[in-house]
């Protein structure tokens, strides 16, 4: 039974911790981002097997995370309302070759950033190139340029 | 919040996606809160909220004196911490030690050092007789592993003194 309790709580809290760290945190993963991934994976580990390391507790606790991933999805799929509070929602960040800063700042995003996503998607080089710019749900910065 | 959303950066856009920025500046106020949020844990966490820290670590005496227990008031479930018990009596004589209540139920003991002349289960827990050197002191070493989870009272008595009360809680 604790095995279960353990996988879904630790899914519950992860799931709050990652909203909380905001949709950038880990979408464009630089190198330290990725030892902090795995510096978060071992902390977890621990704490979702405990001191029991058969096999059974292992598989009791990997199903229990994708029963709960599928279950989730599922529920995504039939109501709007959690899958947006789940995964959120698209925030447009440059209209008509403007910088939107008050939403930059929320998103806790730089122009950097922007110019970023806009040189390595479409070959960008101004921001007055770009139409619109879109901070998707996954943290990823989609660009739309401007037609000549 | 009305004058937030007046701002032109931040009225909801229907092109090129439909936003609801009503929605969007909830979330990104729910972020704010929840770093705050992460900031106090730590500090919880530094000041031993969590267990080992300046709030946790209890040094407490009976009434008069005889007993001196020193141990963590916040444990967590499957970790270990030390608890010293010193007690006062004759000098170079056995003295009675009793662990009460629900100690052993939320704890089990990992080591116990030195070894007691004599242990017995009794009512309440569990009793230790402890020789006392010729200062007329007996200490005793547990390794306390947290077991169960929550709130855990428990009382270390000696026959002739007024025990300590002890209140002890397991975080998951």
């Known amino acids: ?148 | 919040m009305s004058d937030e959303r007046d701002h032109p950066h931040l009225r909801s856009r229907n092109y090129p996606i439909r936003e609801d920025m009503a929605y969007q500046l909830k979330v990104w106020r729910f972020e704010r809160v929840g770093w705050y949020v992460l900031v106090l844990v730590v500090v919880l966490g530094l000041v031993g909220v969590f267990s080992r820290g300046l709030v946790s670590s209890r040094d407490v005496r009976s009434d008069d004196g005889k007993i001196r227990v020193e141990y963590e008031m916040f444990h967590r479930n499957g970790s270990t911490n030390p608890m010293k018990i010193t007690v006062t009596a004759k000098p170079d004589s056995a003295v009675e030690l009793e662990l009460a209540d629900q100690l052993l139920e939320g704890f089990s003991i990992e080591t116990l050092q030195p070894e007691p002349l004599r242990s017995r289960s009794s009512s309440q827990g569990i009793r230790f007789w402890l020789h006392t050197d010729l200062n007329g002191l007996a200490t005793l070493y547990i390794t306390l592993r947290g077991d169960g989870l929550g709130l855990f009272r428990s009382q270390i008595a000696s026959p002739g003194t007024s025990g300590v009360r002890l209140e002890q809680f397991v975080f998951p």
Do not use: C
Request: no cysteine; aromatic share 4%.
């Open chain 1, 1 to 148: 039974m604790d095995s279960v309790l353990r996988a879904g709580a630790m899914y519950l809290a992860l799931m709050v911790l990652f909203k909380i760290a905001g949709r950038r945190s880990l979408a464009e993963l630089t190198t330290f981002d990725f030892v902090l991934l795995l510096m978060i994976g071992e902390a977890t580990q621990q704490a979702l097997l405990g001191d029991d390391f058969s096999l059974t507790n292992s598989m009791i606790v990997i199903v229990t995370l994708v029963a709960i991933d599928v279950g989730l999805s599922l529920l995504k799929q039939r109501s709007g309302w959690i899958s947006r509070l789940i995964d959120g929602e698209p925030t447009i960040i440059v209209e008509n070759g403007k910088l939107l800063h008050e939403r930059l700042r929320r998103a806790r995003l730089l122009e950097a950033d922007v110019m970023e996503a806009a040189r390595s998607s479409q070959g960008i080089e101004k921001l007055e190139e770009i139409k619109f710019a879109i901070l998707e749900r996954n943290g990823k910065i989609s660009v739309i340029a401007q037609e000549d």
